[in-house]
């Protein structure tokens, strides 16, 4: 509980005021003596209603925030019963009285050196001392170091002690300068700020980390305030204040690290999640991040050793600029001890070492070589643990001869680490159901068949950036007439359900394609639809099938339906290519239409045609119509047609150019078949 009486004495200002409106309940003679018009019971707005005494006012009002200022220009007694414009150092400090919350005001004039810098008129000495005691006095109410550094760099304490408060601070000596002290991540901005302060330009307040007394050295975050001191427009040295600020640096960051941390919770693979994770804790905890995931642990390669090593995969890394690339890694990548001990223990290591002298002996040898080329200073290692295992290590390192991170900065590496294990389960779970789902998949994807006088070739690319799978397929079989059935589906749907009814799908398409290929397609997608809507508990499913038949040498005919397909493209051997359609509209997909009847259309491929089959990822694209994609995949068949590509590479080709690892947004499936070159015309269709 604080009481005025205890600053009775005091040559600074001091007074107690309370409520919303800042009513005066209590202050000693220096206050009267300085706001002789102030009455007690008033409140400020009344009592500083002259535009010179708004800075107070406003200083009231922002007590307690980041946007208070301890320098104001303010009406004050002149001594004479006048009233003329001064610079006053103003602190409002919140505190708990018998009133209920209340703001603490101190006030005293700033003495001429300071006072230069803003423009007063110089004073006797006799006045500079009186004045530099009441500043003294004043900001040594609040817990700060009140200090004064010459033009040599050299740093003095007015009040406080420089190694006992702010958490201990290193004081420089021997020649160096108080910007040593600073951290070195932290020289470049704060001598931005300190240069535009002795320009004139802005008040110097500032969160910074100040290194701590004591050896290994140690980093505290305190706010810096400072004002130059003015000799003929030269500055001739600095008075300032350090105030302990760890609690509301850490406060602060964590708010804004977590935040970059929620975008874990919409990552759609366990890639995105790593890479979100990484970035929010690069630049501002560490200078390198990276996340292992962890293997079954394999035989050591020495079988004589008798014991396993922990093989990993790198997940997404970020880096601090400057720091080097990441070398690549081998697929017998193997971690450290310093990895088994934090599997084995369940807690975080952190290792410091000089710069560039990583302890070889812990870690693995090409994360030696790449901490040595990046003169690391320290390698802390998290464990990520879902449901009691660990499912990965996070392996943190400050780079480039900067200091180890300090405890609180490792505090909030875990915090942001356990912040994203509910997210990242549910990210791995996705994962697991998109792998069953794909082994799935591929299971049913067949090796295309060998096919005289022609070939087949074809390609599946799964979506990379959704923890999603489709139910695309494609199919091909070759009877034992030379007749070659080619199909291509797409069940709706993006999970494990929608993969399991498209094994069903393509299975009995390829049973009535076999057992029944003489009677045409249009009657296996009859009998598939039929079966479909008896058994199957798919919504929707869109299918392409063909029966292919030899005529003569270079010569065959086309047989197909369309049950609501993107439609097949005619690449010639020369020439543009073309969309194919029956005499009517598509067939309606399957599983809509109970016995619709469906229809099959004809069409002669001759030497060196291609006919390609295709899902609707490969035309599809965020943003744009769908025309628009089968345009563009029309003149890059032709394209790649006229360069003689060889099919297999005319299909992989077609793909989205980063080959759809980062781009791809949907499935594709992607079946051709080209004639072989021979003579002939094609029979007219």
């Not at 740093?155 to 108080?178: D, N």
């Not at 008075?239 to 941390?261: H, P, S």
């Not at 997940?315 to 080097?324: C, E, H, N, S, T």
């Not at 950036?465 to 397929?473: C, H, P, Q, V």
């Amino acid at each position: 509980m604080f009481e005025i009486e205890s600053l009775e004495d005091a040559a600074v200002a001091a007074a107690l005021v309370t409520g919303p409106g800042h009513r005066l309940v209590q202050h000693n003679e220096s206050f009267r003596d300085l706001f002789g018009f102030w009455r007690p019971g008033q409140e400020a707005g009344v009592a500083l209603s002259g535009p010179g005494l708004r800075p107070v006012l406003r200083a009231l009002d922002l007590a307690g925030t980041e946007r208070s200022s301890p320098l104001v220009d303010a009406a004050g007694d002149a001594g004479d019963g006048s009233y003329g414009h001064r610079s006053w150092v103003v602190n409002c400090v919140p505190v708990v009285s018998r009133h209920g919350p209340s703001v603490l005001l101190l006030a005293a004039r700033v003495p001429e050196e300071a006072a230069a810098a803003v423009g007063t008129r110089p004073r006797g000495a006799a006045e500079r001392e009186a004045d530099l005691a009441r500043y003294e006095a004043l900001l040594s109410a609040v817990p700060q170091v009140v200090w004064r550094m010459d033009r040599d760099g050299e740093v003095s304490a007015l009040v406080g002690r420089l190694g006992e408060a702010a958490g201990g601070l290193w004081h420089p000596g021997g020649g160096l300068s108080w910007m040593d002290a600073v951290h070195p991540k932290d020289r470049a901005a704060f001598g931005a700020r300190w240069a535009a302060t002795a320009r004139g330009d802005a008040l110097l307040d500032t969160v910074v980390r100040v290194r701590r007394a004591g050896e290994p050295p140690r980093y505290r975050h305190v706010q810096i305030v400072a004002v130059p001191v003015l000799d003929g427009g030269e500055v001739r040295e600095w008075v300032g204040t350090v105030t302990d600020a760890e609690d509301q640096w850490r406060v602060r960051t964590r708010d804004r690290l977590l935040e970059r941390a929620s975008a874990v919770s919409s990552a759609r693979d366990l890639e995105e999640a790593f890479a979100a994770t990484a970035t929010a804790v690069v630049p501002d905890l560490v200078d390198a991040f990276v996340v292992f995931q962890l293997r079954r642990p394999g035989p050591y390669p020495d079988a004589g050793a008798g014991r396993d090593v922990l093989y990993a995969t790198r997940g997404r890394r970020a880096l601090a600029p400057g720091v080097p690339p990441l070398p690549p890694l081998t697929d017998d990548f193997a971690l450290g001890a310093m990895s088994r001990r934090v599997i084995d223990e369940g807690r975080t290591e952190l290792l410091a070492f000089p710069p560039g002298e990583p302890p070889k002996d812990l870690v693995s040898g090409p994360s030696a070589d790449w901490l040595t080329e990046a003169r690391a200073t320290s390698l802390a290692i998290v464990p990520i643990v879902i449901d009691d295992r660990t499912v990965a290590l996070a392996s943190a390192a400050t780079c480039s001869g900067n200091p180890p991170p300090a405890e609180s900065e490792l505090g909030l590496l875990e915090e942001v680490l356990r912040s994203v294990q509910d997210p990242l389960r549910r990210t791995l779970e996705l994962q697991s159901v998109r792998d069953t789902a794909l082994v799935l998949q591929r299971s049913f994807l067949i090796t295309p068949p060998r096919v005289t006088g022609a070939e087949v070739a074809a390609v599946y690319e799964p979506a990379s950036t959704t923890a999603e799978i489709g139910g695309d397929w494609y199919d091909a079989v070759a009877l034992p007439d030379g007749t070659v059935t080619l199909s291509i589906g797409d069940v709706a749907g993006h999970d494990l359900a929608a993969a399991t009814e498209m094994t069903k799908a393509s299975s009995m398409l390829r049973a009535f394609a076999y057992s029944d290929g003489a009677a045409g397609p249009a009657r296996a997608l009859s009998r598939l639809d039929h079966v479909t809507q008896g058994v199957s508990t798919a919504a929707l499913i869109t299918a392409l099938h063909a029966v292919l038949r030899p005529v003569r040498e270079g010569l065959w005919d086309a047989t197909l339906s369309n049950a609501g397909h993107p439609p097949p493209l005619l690449v010639p051997a020369s020439g543009p290519a073309r969309y194919l359609h029956g005499d009517v509209c598509p067939d309606p997909p399957l599983c809509v239409a109970p016995d619709v009847e469906r229809t099959d259309w004809h069409h002669g491929l001759g030497a060196g045609d291609t006919l390609l089959f295709y899902t609707d990822g490969l035309v599809e694209a965020p943003g744009t119509d769908i025309s628009e994609g089968m345009r563009r995949l029309a003149d890059r068949a032709a394209c790649l047609r006229r360069a003689d590509r060889p099919l297999a590479g005319l299909v992989t080709a077609l793909l989205p150019p980063t080959g759809g690892a980062e781009d791809a947004g949907d499935d594709i499936a992607v079946i051709a078949f080209r004639v072989a070159a021979g003579s002939g015309r094609p029979p007219r269709p």
